[in-house]
Every structure is written in C-alpha cells, then in structure tokens.
C-alpha cells in the first residue's frame, strides 16, 4: 500500500534536461521495487527505467541508457528521474510506480501494484 504522487514535468526543449520526482506515502517505501513508465498518445505503457530498495540496482530501457538516472531517497520517501539530453520521442505521460512483491520482471507493468497519477513531459524540437 504505497500513494504516489509524481511532479517536476513541463516543457522543455530538445537536449534539455529534466528532473522527475515520485513522493511516496506508506509503510513500505523502503522495501519496495520503484519504477518509472512512460505513455505517449495513442501507445501502450513502456518501462523506462527501474530501482531495487536499497538504490543500489537499476534497470534501463535500451532508449534511455546514457541519458536517463533513476534513484530514490528513502529518508524522503521520494524517487527521482533524472532525464538528461531529451528528445522529441521522449514527449509522454510519466508515471511512477511500486512493486511490493520481488518479482523479476521489473519491465512489466503487471509487475507493479500502485502507481502515481502521471505527470506531462513535452519535448520540443
């Protein structure tokens, strides 16, 4: 039982850089699998990057390597993305979200048991 609330998105243009945060409520932050997905208009919901509970191991799409960091406060109960050199194909909804199990497809949505309401990325060109 994890609330989530994401914040930080807006408009940026392309090779700017961004930074996401996750707040998260509930008892179990520290043990949980974070993640961050992303959807754009008209697509499915696509992993972006992901985080064990200690910060220690992360996971990233193939698209975002290099460019994206993922990592979280646990004395602040927050997770951060941190999205440098964007592009336009970056523009989407960004949701952040918990797993509570340790399931090891941290790729899948289905993996995850609460998500944040989103927040607006637009990256223009």
């Known amino acids: 039982q994890v609330q989530l609330v994401e914040s930080g998105g807006g408009l940026v243009q392309a090779g700017g850089s961004l930074r996401l945060s996750c707040a998260a409520s509930?008892?179990?932050?520290?043990?949980?699998?974070m993640a961050w997905f992303r959807q754009a208009p008209g697509k499915e919901r696509e992993f972006v990057a992901a985080?064990?509970?200690?910060?220690?191991?992360?996971y990233y799409a193939d698209s975002v390597k290099g460019r994206f960091t993922i990592s979280r406060d646990n004395a602040k109960n927050t997770l951060y993305l941190q999205m440098n050199s964007l592009k336009a194909e970056d523009t989407a909804v960004y949701y952040c979200?918990?797993?509570?199990?340790?399931?090891?497809?941290?790729?899948?949505?289905?993996?995850?048991?609460?998500w944040g309401q989103g927040t607006q990325v637009t990256v223009s060109s």
């Open positions: 979200a918990a797993s509570t199990s340790g399931s090891s497809y941290l790729r899948s949505a289905g993996t995850y048991d609460s």
């Open positions: 985080v064990s509970f200690s910060g220690g191991v992360t």
């Open positions: 509930g008892r179990t932050f520290r043990r949980n699998v």
